[in-house]
């Protein structure tokens, strides 16, 4: 696909061109403006645009690298957590069940504090199938080491993948990490950007450098080493104290962001909207926030105190920063695009972690409702937000309410 370029704008910080691309598009050109050494591809819908794009730049001659051609997902993440390994800055991903396919190295590459940056293009795990968002795929590695974050727009996923290399290749950190970008509404939709200069994105992204770590004849070193009971604790130990550090090591990273790129964040962990005066809000993660956004607007002209957080960082989980935002709410109602069947109240794994993280709070404890929606694709409209927005408005007068309530269903 052809990107439509409009003039370029000059400021204090360099020339950034404007393009109308896709999420995916802009991912793929966050990896040129890193300029990733090893790039590996398979396709699987949705995160096959980005493979197609990247391909697309190195057969124009805009893009150096070694772009390899999988034959399935499991060697496709293979391969980048071995040339990462030997130096090479690397760059992969994937979708729904070819996520899961490549489940095995996913495990081992945190383990082996391999800084590989990849792109999940949030998609339901069959069967039954379905190519439409779900947050199940990249989800399934958050206890195994992995940063996740989730963006909500084609901005913030070049930005953020700037960002994802610029941290998980800090030698303080060393381990993966995964951008999330909603299947279809993100992956495919196609939205002006901003693209900085080559020069301002060298300032901000250093080279990689393994150091003493790196795999090499003059450097011989032991990678997978069988540990067993004599090591496996301490390896463990030190990959905790590697994500542990990751959340110093990422609001640097988006401080420095905002003075090269004139672009701030504000809060990297996650997004506040609208809460200064909020009675209640509404947390969710990814795409999900833009129905959200235009339903508080409409609500707020009806006289309802109604915000929004959106969490971009899930691993590491800003526990801390969440509770104390969510202790001025009267109640917080949670919208999951996930599913955690048997989990405590039958509820999803952010609402899950929402309530763990309040449990050890010590500021004041809201109710918290749980919303499954929009699985398999399934758009979440402005009438089922002010819908859960009138049941969370029912916990914050003491009414009892379900938990864990699905929205959206067919009746």
């Excluded at 947050?135 to 974050?149: C, E, M, S």
């Excluded at 994105?201 to 150091?211: E, I, K």
């Excluded at 049941?391 to 269903?409: D, H, M, N, R």
């Amino acid at each position: 696909m052809a990107v439509t370029t409009v003039p370029t704008v000059e400021s204090s910080k360099g020339t950034e061109k404007t393009a109308l691309i896709t999420g995916s598009e802009a991912i793929a050109v966050a990896c040129k403006l890193a300029d990733v050494d090893v790039i590996t591809a398979y396709p699987i819908r949705p995160y096959d645009t980005v493979m197609q794009y990247v391909a697309k730049l190195v057969a124009d001659g805009e893009m150096d690298c070694e772009y390899i051609v999988a034959e399935g997902e499991h060697s496709q993440f293979e391969i980048v957590k071995h040339a990462s390994a030997v130096g090479a800055r690397v760059f992969c991903g994937s979708s729904g069940v070819g996520w899961m396919y490549a489940m095995e190295a996913l495990t081992v590459t945190p383990a082996l504090r391999i800084p590989m940056v990849a792109m999940v293009g949030n998609r339901a795990l069959d069967d039954p199938g379905a190519f439409g968002v779900e947050h199940n795929d990249a989800l399934a590695v958050r206890d195994l080491g992995w940063q996740l974050v989730w963006v909500d727009n084609a901005q913030e996923a070049l930005d953020t993948a700037l960002i994802a290399y610029r941290v998980a290749e800090d030698r303080r950190i060393f381990l993966p990490c995964a951008i999330s970008c909603d299947g279809a509404f993100l992956t495919h939709s196609q939205a002006l950007v901003k693209i900085p200069s080559q020069e301002n994105v060298n300032a901000f992204l250093p080279r990689y450098d393994r150091g003493d770590l790196l795999l090499h004849p003059d450097n011989p070193i032991s990678v997978a080493p069988q540990a067993n009971e004599d090591w496996v604790m301490e390896i463990r130990r030190q990959n905790y104290a590697a994500m542990e550090r990751s959340a110093g090591v990422i609001r640097e990273a988006y401080a420095d962001f905002e003075r090269i790129f004139d672009r701030s964040y504000g809060n990297p962990f996650f997004e506040e909207y609208q809460t200064e005066d909020a009675d209640v809000v509404l947390l969710g993660m990814g795409t999900v926030s833009i129905p959200i956004k235009v339903a508080i607007r409409q609500m707020r002209k009806e006289g309802k105190k109604v915000g929004l957080i959106r969490m971009r960082w899930f691993r590491p989980f800003a526990a801390e920063e969440l509770t104390k935002s969510l202790s001025r709410f009267a109640a917080v109602g949670v919208i999951d695009r996930d599913y955690s069947f048997g989990s405590p109240y039958m509820s999803g794994v952010l609402a899950t972690e929402v309530r763990s993280a309040l449990y050890a709070s010590p500021g004041k404890k809201p109710p918290v409702l749980d919303f499954i929606a929009g699985l398999g694709g399934r758009e979440v409209r402005v009438p089922d937000v002010q819908k859960m927005t009138e049941a969370v408005y029912q916990a914050a007068e003491g009414k009892p309410q379900p938990l864990t309530q699905w929205i959206g269903l067919r009746e």
